[in-house]
T-cell receptor, first 112, second 110 residues
């Protein structure tokens, strides 16, 4: 059974703080993804990675960066958190050439 | 650019009634489409994919390339079908990116 875990379920940060969101998967998947989920907007892709140390921008990368030093771990970094980054953040992983993605439980981030 | 549109934000139906969730897409190629579901307090999970032509939990979805649609249907809705549903389109580019629609919340009333 694929397991994708995220470091926090809830996080409250202040404007300007640096924020790290961690995601770990245990199925040796090559692909990993970070989305934000907002009502009415669905899921929007922030960044994805198809291999260690490889990353590509998604649809809304501004204000975010990522790190993938190990295959199982994909980190999302908010360099200087802003209130418009308050959202639910979802991590996902998938094997190559397969459309199905496996999602983590999400981190609800509030920036005050 | 590829795009997925779910025109209904909320669908409210009575138990036992049919339910249809609309999904339209734009993509310059042969699409691969999915429906994902998120039940209350659970993580997002795959419901079905068009290439499987399967029925999951009584739901079916047919890809109509002429109308660029992939509507999700169930003839008799159950209360446990209340959830958030997302239609998604897979890109053939590296990384298997998915483009999601805005989502439809389904509420099945007793």
């Amino acid at each position: 059974d694929v397991k994708v875990t995220q470091s926090s379920r809830y996080l409250v940060k202040r404007t300007g703080e640096k924020v790290f969101l961690e995601c770990v998967q245990d199925m040796d998947h090559e692909n990993m993804f970070w989305y934000r989920q907002d009502p009415g907007l669905g899921l929007r892709l922030i960044y994805f990675s198809y291999d260690v140390k490889m990353k590509e921008k998604g649809d809304i990368p501004e204000g975010y960066s990522v790190s993938r030093e190990k295959k199982e771990r994909f980190s999302l970094i908010l360099e200087s958190a802003s209130t418009n980054q308050t959202s639910m953040y979802l991590c996902a992983s998938s094997p190559p050439r397969v459309g199905e993605q496996y999602f983590g439980p999400g981190t609800r981030l509030t920036v005050t | 650019a590829q795009r997925v549109t779910q025109p209904e934000k909320l669908l409210s139906v009575f138990k036992g009634a049919p339910v249809e969730l609309k999904c339209n897409y734009s993509y310059s190629g042969s699409p691969e489409l999915f429906w994902y579901v998120q039940y209350s307090r659970q993580r997002l999970q795959l419901l079905l994919r068009h290439i499987s032509r399967e029925s999951i939990k009584g739901f079916t979805a047919d890809l109509n390339k002429g109308e660029t649609s992939f509507h999700l249907k169930k003839p008799f809705a159950q209360e446990e079908d209340s959830a958030m549903y997302y239609c998604a389109l897979k890109s053939r580019a590296a990384g298997n990116k998915l483009t999601f629609g805005g989502g439809t919340r389904v509420l099945v009333k007793p």
